[in-house]
């Protein structure tokens, strides 16, 4: 058997860099219930980057580093602040 290799979906990197200031931005509760339902809604709106190597991760990276990129990201967080806020789990 040979040596493990870490695969990462590097969206969960980049939801997670952004997801606060969203939040905040939005007045919404910040509670680690609201936060993972957040994270959650957004990486089931995104395709799944994964990888397992440097030159895999470097190269997503860019791609994401693009406005585009970046626009996907922020837009996918921001529509599960909407629908987390109008739909808490929390009392």
Do not use: W
């Not at 040979?2 to 695969?7: D, L, M, S, V």
């Not at 190597?53 to 990276?61: I, K, L, N, Y």
């Amino acid at each position: 058997m040979g040596e493990k290799i870490a695969i990462r979906n590097l969206n969960e990197d980049f939801v997670e860099l952004y997801v606060d200031e969203c939040m905040e931005k939005r007045g919404m509760c910040t509670c680690e219930i609201c936060k993972a339902d957040v994270r959650a809604f957004a990486l089931n709106q995104l395709p799944p980057h994964y990888v397992s190597t440097e030159v895999g991760d470097a190269m997503v990276r860019h791609v994401a580093q693009t406005t585009q990129g970046q626009a996907d990201i922020l837009a996918a967080i921001m529509e599960g602040v909407k629908v987390v806020e109008d739909n808490p789990r929390h009392k």
